[in-house]
């Protein structure tokens, strides 16, 4: 799986997931149990990964949606 976005924000996480779930994308919010390590302040981001054959298709779905901006670049 690939990187898609890498955020601490619960709200975008969110919307990002229904992106994906809406547009059929398995994907995989990694991090999400690092909490326990920072106490469940929110500092550690979480990352949404998806499968690499998906990434170009989720990406553009992002940018649709007005958060092209929040894309990984690597």
């Given amino acids: 799986m690939k990187e ?5 924000d619960a709200v975008l996480i969110s ?9 059929g994308i398995a994907y995989l919010v990694a ?3 690092m909490s326990v390590v920072d106490g469940s302040l929110g500092i550690l ?3 949404i990964m998806v499968e690499e ?3 170009v298709r989720a990406r553009a779905i992002l940018a649709d949606a007005g958060i ?5 670049k690597h």
Avoid at 4 to 8: A, D, K, M, S, Y
Avoid at 15 to 23: C, G, P
Avoid at 68 to 72: L, M, P, S, V
Wanted: glycine fraction near 4%; charged fraction near 40%.
């Fill in 68 to 72: 092209g901006h929040e894309i990984e």
């Fill in 45 to 47: 981001p979480r990352r």
């Fill in 4 to 8: 898609l976005v890498r955020t601490n």
């Fill in 31 to 33: 991090d999400q149990n």
């Fill in 15 to 23: 919307f990002i997931e229904a992106l994906m779930r809406d547009a």
């Fill in 53 to 55: 054959d998906e990434l």
